[in-house]
């Protein structure tokens, strides 16, 4: 499996901002896809986006307009950057590799009004 390790979760306001990192332990180059879940309060662990070893995103609906995924595969490392925070996007963050059968810790994000 491929390690990851998230970070730069945070307690934010609404509408303010937070950038979250995704570290994973190998090269992740010709990774074809990688993934951001979270699991808000009470609810299963969901998809909040993809980015492709190509760079094309996609995100779900809730999100779109808010979030951006990127990459930096010169530093494996996967960013999900979040704008216009919500209460509702309060969660903890996972990245996740195709090839992991488990889970990271993930980075809690918090937002208060």
């Known amino acids: 499996q491929v390690q990851v390790v998230e970070s730069g979760g945070g307690l934010a306001q609404v509408g303010g901002s937070l950038r979250l990192s995704c570290a994973a332990s190998?090269?992740?180059?010709?990774?074809?896809?990688l993934y951001w879940f979270c699991q808000p309060p009470g609810k299963q662990r969901e998809l909040v986006g993809v980015?492709?070893?190509?760079?094309?995103?996609e995100y779900v609906d809730s999100v779109k307009g808010r979030f951006s995924i990127s990459r930096d595969n010169t530093k494996n490392k996967v960013y999900l950057e979040m704008n216009n925070l919500k209460p509702e996007n309060t969660a903890p963050y996972y990245c996740r590799h195709p090839d992991n059968t488990s889970w990271g810790q993930g980075t809690q994000v918090t937002v208060t009004s």
């Open positions: 980015i492709s070893n190509l760079g094309s995103t």
């Open positions: 190998d090269n992740i180059a010709r990774t074809p896809i």
